[in-house]
């Protein structure tokens, strides 16, 4: 279970939300709200790259006191990928194996099931916009994670990629990987079953469903 | 390789001297290619390492150049955390502090490759001449930076991505400038590139400003001459990095209906402000040397020289070891002129092919993506 207590983030004077107290049960739970809301935010903060007060709890472990084993739980893959243009998409993917815990076998099943060829071996200056958002969603699916955070996960790929994207996610759900996913555009509810709906409105996040 | 090391390794170190090599072939041309012979060169150090041993001035002043190296590596690092596309470095924190420590430990010690490498050789000095005390700070004062750059960078990488946030604080600039090319580039080199600027200012002004105030039965006007074009040259990296600015970010302006000679000019009055340091500092040259003509020539030239710098980069998408290479090829070409005693053409020659280089490539320049084939 992921449990938020007392949360407040703030960018300088600006307050971007508040949380008192929030519990995600495992599940797949989509985000929305309209652009500058603060969803992107949020996410960053879950998967423990901006600073906030408050608490974030993974089960019993804290995001304050235990960084690295809340870390290691919480994959993250943002809303626009970009990553030096120098460095090969197969680096990186060993970079966060190393970090994370995967394994070869793993990323083969996750590249595959995305549609991901050889084109990891090039430096990612050379990657499509497509192309960059595969490679950040294999990034966020390797190790292993209790809970994976994915923003705006369909914004440009193809069709074919959306529907094995959502295959992968129902995949991973069934091995017991919750999700939090953000996205200001419609999902299709019968392709992903999303335990709850919430709503990022007026410095609040409101279930909705 | 371990996959973190190597990737650290790459986007890191080989990134960091990559996009300083400018900065870095001029410092080594200060300290190695002034000297008339390798003996020469070795006496000079020799008595640059004893002072440094024996005189406590000499100490505080290399530990403030060190300091001033280690401010541009942690910025260099800041930079790099705040910067979107290497938001992959944060997974670092999932494993525990130790293990990111010594993670950590390689790439500084690499990137603080010159003060090593200079301490050790101070070390090495001191012992053998039993300066003891002196070798004995000077390894302090290199582990010291070493751990604590280190140190400091854990701690960036777990804090920085805090620090992308809105500002209430309104840039004194932003106010007093109306939005033009000229701002934007200006507020690029004073605020973004403020660290490189400082380091080659501080240089580059410091050894004209002495040279140009030596006895003027010693002054050697062919001297300052390569001493300028090197500093010159010392500036080609900003210079560079104002061009990808331009490309990158600005590239917006492309479609703005504005004239080339507008562009041209605003290139020229930011490489007029940039140099007025150093036409300050070559005011010796007029006053102590009685020499206006070589003052008025040399002022002149700056501006020209970094404009055809710049008109020379839209000539193709050069990386920056083709860069280097043009960079090198230019210097030799204006130290060759600089021996003649007709130096008024240095500038006309510089005004004349940035002009023309300028007008005839900089709408058809595009920037290519590098695309390596499939290993």
Same mark, same amino acid.
């Given at each position: 279970m992921?449990q938020?207590?007392?949360i407040?983030?703030e960018f300088?004077p600006?307050?971007?939300?508040s949380i008192?107290?929030?519990e995600?049960r495992k ?8 652009? +500058?809301s603060g969803?992107?935010?949020f #996410? %960053?903060?879950l998967?423990?790259?901006?600073? @906030?007060? =408050? !608490? ?6 804290s995001?304050?006191?235990q960084q ?12 626009e990928?970009s990553y030096p243009?120098f460095i ?6 060993e970079f966060?194996k190393?970090?994370?815990g995967?394994?070869?076998q793993q990323v083969?099943?996750?590249?595959q099931v995305?549609?991901?060829?050889n084109?990891t071996?090039?430096p990612? +200056?050379?990657?499509s916009s497509?192309? #960059? %958002?595969k490679?950040?969603?294999l990034l966020? @699916?390797i =190790? !292993?994670?209790?809970w994976?955070l ?8 193809d069709?074919?990629?959306q529907l094995?994207?959502t295959k992968?996610?129902?995949q991973?759900?069934?091995e017991g ?13 019968s392709?992903?079953p999303?335990?709850d709906?919430y709503v990022m ?6 279930k909705?469903? | 390789?371990?996959?973190v090391?190597h990737?650290?390794?790459k986007?890191l170190?080989a990134?960091?001297?990559r996009?300083n ?5 001029f410092?080594f041309f200060l ?11 070795v ?6 390492l004893?002072?440094?041993l024996t005189?406590?001035?000499?100490f ?7 300091l001033?190296?280690?401010i ?5 690092i ?5 910067n979107g596309?290497?938001?992959f470095?944060?997974e670092?924190?999932?494993i525990n502090?130790?293990?990111?420590f010594?993670?950590?430990l390689?790439?500084v010690i690499?990137?603080?490759?010159p003060?090593w490498?200079y301490?050790s050789?101070i070390?090495?000095?001191g012992i053998?001449?039993q300066?003891?005390?002196?070798a004995i700070?000077?390894a ?7 751990l ?8 960036l ?7 992308q946030?809105i500002?209430s604080k ?7 400038l109306p939005?033009s ?6 507020v ?5 590139q403020?660290l490189a ?8 002004f410091?050894?004209?400003y002495?040279?140009?105030?030596t006895?003027?039965?010693v002054?050697?006007?062919?001297m ?7 500093a010159l ?9 104002l061009?990808?600015?331009m490309?990158k970010?600005l ?6 209906p504005?004239?080339?000679?507008t562009?041209?000019l605003?290139l020229?009055?930011?490489y007029?402000?940039l ?12 006053v102590?040397q009685?020499?206006w003509?070589?003052y008025w020539w ?6 020209f020289?970094?404009?055809l710098?710049?008109s020379?980069?839209y000539?193709?998408?050069l990386?920056?070891e083709?860069f280097l290479k043009?960079l090198?090829g230019?210097w ?6 600089s ?7 240095i ?6 092919f ?7 490539s ?10 390596e084939?499939?290993?």
């Amino acid at each position: 279970m992921l449990q938020l207590k007392n949360i407040k983030k703030e960018f300088g004077p600006h307050l971007i939300y508040s949380i008192d107290n929030l519990e995600l049960r495992k599940g797949i739970y989509w985000i929305k709200g309209v652009n +500058g809301s603060g969803k992107s935010t949020f #996410l %960053k903060m879950l998967a423990g790259m901006l600073p @906030f007060s =408050g !608490d974030i709890f993974l089960g019993d472990i804290s995001i304050t006191k235990q960084q690295a084993a809340y870390r290691r739980k919480i994959n993250y893959s943002p809303a626009e990928p970009s990553y030096p243009s120098f460095i090969r998409g197969n680096e990186l993917v060993e970079f966060i194996k190393k970090l994370k815990g995967g394994n070869e076998q793993q990323v083969m099943k996750i590249k595959q099931v995305l549609g991901i060829d050889n084109y990891t071996a090039n430096p990612t +200056g050379s990657y499509s916009s497509g192309m #960059l %958002k595969k490679l950040s969603l294999l990034l966020a @699916f390797i =190790g !292993d994670p209790e809970w994976i955070l994915l923003d705006e996960p369909f914004t440009t790929l193809d069709q074919t990629s959306q529907l094995a994207l959502t295959k992968l996610i129902s995949q991973k759900k069934e091995e017991g990987v919750s999700f939090i996913i953000t996205s200001h555009h419609d999902i299709e509810s019968s392709l992903i079953p999303f335990t709850d709906i919430y709503v990022m409105n007026e410095k609040q996040l409101l279930k909705v469903s | 390789m371990n996959a973190v090391r190597h990737i650290l390794a790459k986007s890191l170190t080989a990134y960091y001297y990559r996009q300083n090599a400018g900065l870095f072939l001029f410092l080594f041309f200060l300290l190695f290619g002034t000297q008339p012979s390798f003996h020469d060169l070795v006496e000079l150090h020799h008595s640059i390492l004893q002072s440094i041993l024996t005189s406590g001035i000499f100490f505080i002043v290399t530990l403030a150049i060190w300091l001033l190296y280690s401010i541009k590596v942690i910025s260099f690092i800041y930079g790099c955390c705040k910067n979107g596309s290497y938001d992959f470095l944060f997974e670092l924190n999932c494993i525990n502090k130790t293990n990111r420590f010594f993670y950590l430990l390689r790439p500084v010690i690499s990137l603080l490759t010159p003060v090593w490498l200079y301490g050790s050789f101070i070390i090495i000095v001191g012992i053998k001449e039993q300066h003891w005390q002196g070798a004995i700070n000077t390894a302090f004062a290199v582990i010291f930076l070493i751990l604590g750059i280190t140190f400091i960078i854990c701690h960036l990488l777990q804090k920085a991505k805090g620090l992308q946030q809105i500002s209430s604080k309104k840039n004194i600039l932003s106010i007093s400038l109306p939005a033009s090319l000229f701002k934007f580039l200006i507020v690029f080199l004073f605020q973004r590139q403020f660290l490189a600027l400082l380091i080659t200012k501080f240089l580059s002004f410091f050894i004209i400003y002495f040279f140009t105030r030596t006895e003027a039965h010693v002054f050697e006007d062919r001297m300052l001459w390569l001493i300028f074009i090197t500093a010159l040259i010392g500036h080609s990296f900003i210079i560079y990095r104002l061009l990808n600015f331009m490309e990158k970010e600005l590239s917006f302006y492309r479609n703005m209906p504005v004239k080339k000679t507008t562009i041209l000019l605003s290139l020229f009055f930011i490489y007029v402000i940039l140099l007025l340091p150093e036409a300050w500092a070559l005011l010796g040259v007029a006053v102590n040397q009685h020499n206006w003509n070589d003052y008025w020539w040399m002022v002149a030239t700056g501006p020209f020289f970094l404009l055809l710098l710049h008109s020379l980069l839209y000539t193709e998408d050069l990386k920056m070891e083709e860069f280097l290479k043009l960079l090198f090829g230019i210097w030799i070409v204006f130290i060759l002129f600089s021996l003649s005693n007709n130096h008024w053409m240095i500038p006309v020659i510089c005004a004349g092919f940035a002009v023309i280089i300028f007008f005839n490539s900089y709408r058809s320049y595009e920037k290519k993506t590098a695309v390596e084939s499939i290993e």
